[in-house]
């Protein structure tokens, strides 16, 4: 697409900002990237793993859209409103003030007169707008303001020809040869076309206001600063409603599970109840290196955590809603994949984009994921606990429920002795991941409890007597020697996924082996005290270079401390992984330990559930409520 952007830079410096300075927009439809310039450098239309229109994330010519001051690219301040997913910007020029604020809307629902052609799940009283919104609005003294507008469909590949709309100088449509979406951008500003730019510049006085929306379907965006504003306050309370409805402590940390929370729901695709791993794709988890995927899709691994969390906050519309998109994939498909589309899509072919430079020159830029054609055994331990966690909080097991859970028990039983490529989809050889067998044990276990509920004595004998049996194979075969459990059974390197042993309560936490595993891993396995998946030189995961600390991986180390009893290291711990969060609280996929940097796909829904967990833990085991910290499959029935 472009030449090197660094070229001529200073050293040191990058023409792409920090991922950890990016916010983060949503409307539970499509999400958007800020930087702190003003310039949306991520959006994907019309679902969140569309192809771009902007993607100056990934290329510096692949299309923007800032907003902002003339001559200026730092801003004085930035926030969310509290409570909501729109974007405070505060500039200071040498002449004024001005504040922008940018945000997906939302609306009350649209489809009163006809059904909805995507939604799969039971409507709330809430829809997107499909509007991206930006209003600016001059504090004290004059400041000259410029919008350019720059869309580049199909990641980079088709520039955009502007015409303008039935309003004049005051809309413009944007469309590319071969595609069949089209962009409004409607504004009170007076628009001009420079080639496949739409710009606008003016002068703003204390009390002026400006807005301009850019929309992508028949919904009519807002035509005046007042419609916008009435927008902007609709969506705000939107957010803020939402989030009243959770349960959350009161605790210097609530404002973490807050935004945590948000930033879930933000990254769940509201038509289908599915739950996104990120916003993005290719975001490097080594700089300029290689380790770069795309995100934008819903892996089953997390369904367990993402229940538990949203369960846990008091958030059981979306718990469910998450449960029954799991459980449509779980009762179509006769083999469960690792991952699928947002709208249950089974093939997510991987393709390079050779054209785009990618965030700070790391290649290659990756759309789709092959890791769906992985064999992951722990899918059927997921799949099993979030069906457990659904029934033990309705206390009755749905008659849909329990033929797609035989199948996926069964499957468990007969896969597990077979080698797999782990929880971090390695690229390696197959091996006897220790976790897999593990997850495979919570698969028939949880089973064998669901068989008990349904009354039914002798299924669950049966698959008592292949849990006990996993059981004790992965204790004679995936304990080393030091009696520490180790990463799979052909080695004795440590890996962080068996911090969820004790989570999943495959022993119990004062287990010798598995204290002896939770320290080890502690104090072998990190980097200035954050957590490593596994050491990439033992490991043979068929990539190159090295990584960065997983921040769900210290999370999970949080937690376990807290299991064992050494709450004054896990809240160390936790203190100091929360001190990572970026300026709005949010996070990557990993964190380099020495500089903070974050590195890797952004937001992480991975990352923020493993937060509300280890927080959660921390909470309860420093409360004076007298039970244990428990994890919540930890009940028998």
Same mark, same amino acid.
């Given at each position: ?22 916010? +983060? ?96 799940r ?29 869309? =580049? ?20 449509i ?16 007076r ?76 990254l769940t ?29 819903t ?6 955590f ?28 006769e ?23 990618g ?31 659904? @029934? ?64 039914? *004595? ?28 180790r990463?799979?059974y ?10 969820? =042993? ?14 002896? @595993? ?5 104090d ?13 030189k ?25 299991? =064992? ?37 952004? *937001?992480q829904? +991975? ?18 409520? *007298? ?11």
């Amino acid at each position: 697409m472009t030449a090197d952007p660094q070229v001529g830079a200073l050293p040191g410096s990058s023409p792409f900002p920090p991922i950890a300075d990016y916010a +983060f927009l949503s409307d539970c439809e499509v999400t958007a990237l800020v930087a702190p310039s003003g310039n949306v450098e991520w959006l994907c239309l019309p679902r969140m793993d569309s192809p771009s229109v902007f993607a100056a994330l990934m290329d510096r010519g692949a299309g923007g859209f800032r907003l902002g001051p003339a001559d200026l690219r730092v801003p004085a301040a930035r926030r969310y409103l509290p409570g909501t997913m729109i974007l405070e910007t505060s500039w200071g020029t040498p002449t004024g003030w001005i504040v922008v604020r940018d945000l997906l809307l939302m609306g009350p629902w649209h489809h009163d007169d006809e059904l909805s052609n995507t939604h799969r799940r039971a409507p709330t009283d809430y829809d997107a707008s499909h509007v991206l919104l930006r209003t600016v609005r001059c504090v004290s003294g004059e400041v000259q303001i410029t919008l350019d507008c720059e869309p =580049i469909f199909d990641y980079g590949r088709r520039p955009a020809v502007w015409s303008y709309g039935d309003r004049g100088y005051h809309q413009g449509i944007a469309t590319a040869e071969g595609e069949s979406l089209e962009l409004r951008l409607t504004t009170d500003m007076r628009l001009g076309f420079e080639g496949g730019r739409a710009t606008a510049r003016t002068l703003l006085k204390e009390g002026d206001t400006r807005f301009c929306a850019l929309s992508w379907t028949a919904h009519e965006p807002p035509y005046t600063f007042q419609e916008a504003y009435d927008g902007l306050v609709w969506t705000a309370h939107h957010w803020q409603h939402w989030l009243a409805r959770g349960d959350f402590p009161d605790h210097p940390w609530r404002s973490y599970l807050e935004r945590s929370a948000l930033t879930l729901k933000g990254l769940t695709f509201a038509p289908t109840g599915a739950l996104i791993a990120a916003a993005t794709t290719s975001l490097p988890e080594t700089p300029h290196g290689d380790r770069n995927w795309d995100y934008r899709y819903t892996w089953i691994r997390d369904s367990t955590f993402a229940l538990w969390g949203l369960y846990t906050l008091g958030f059981d519309w979306e718990a469910d809603d998450f449960f029954w998109f799991i459980a449509d994939v779980a009762e179509r498909d006769e083999e469960l994949q690792v991952m699928y589309g947002i709208d249950g899509e089974c093939e997510l072919d991987e393709e390079i984009l050779d054209h785009l430079y990618g965030y700070e020159g790391a290649r290659p830029v990756r759309v789709g994921n092959a890791a769906y054609l992985h064999r992951q055994n722990d899918v059927w331990g997921a799949v099993l606990d979030s069906f457990y966690i659904h @029934t033990r909080s309705r206390d009755r097991l749905d008659d849909r429920i329990w033929p797609i859970l035989k199948r996926q028990v069964e499957s468990a039983i007969r896969h597990w002795r077979e080698a797999d490529r782990g929880i971090w989809e390695v690229r390696g050889e197959p091996r006897h991941f220790t976790s897999s067998k593990v997850m495979c044990w919570v698969a028939v276990d949880r089973g064998a409890r669901l068989a008990r509920l349904r009354e039914d *004595p002798e299924l669950a004998a049966r698959w008592q007597v292949v849990a006990d049996e996993i059981h004790a194979d992965v204790c004679e075969y995936g304990v080393s020697e030091r009696g520490v459990f180790r990463q799979h059974y052909d080695t004795d390197a440590l890996d962080a996924s068996l911090l969820l =042993i004790p989570l999943v309560r495959f022993l119990p936490p004062d287990d010798p082996r598995v204290r002896a @595993t939770v320290l080890a891993i502690a104090d072998e396995l990190t980097c200035d005290e954050l957590v490593l998946r596994y050491e990439t030189k033992e490991t043979d995961d068929g990539l190159t270079g090295e990584e960065g600390t997983f921040t769900i991986c210290s999370f999970w180390l949080v937690s376990a401390l807290t299991e =064992i009893g050494e709450h004054v290291r896990a809240r160390r711990l936790c203190e100091r992984v929360l001190s990572f969060a970026s300026a709005l609280g949010l996070y990557a996929e990993e964190i380099d330990p020495v500089t903070g940097r974050h590195l890797g796909n952004f *937001p992480q829904a +991975f990352t923020h559930l493993a937060l509300i967990n280890a927080v959660i833990h921390i909470i309860r085991a420093e409360s004076e409520r *007298p039970a244990p910290v428990r994890w919540p499959t930890s009940e028998t029935s």
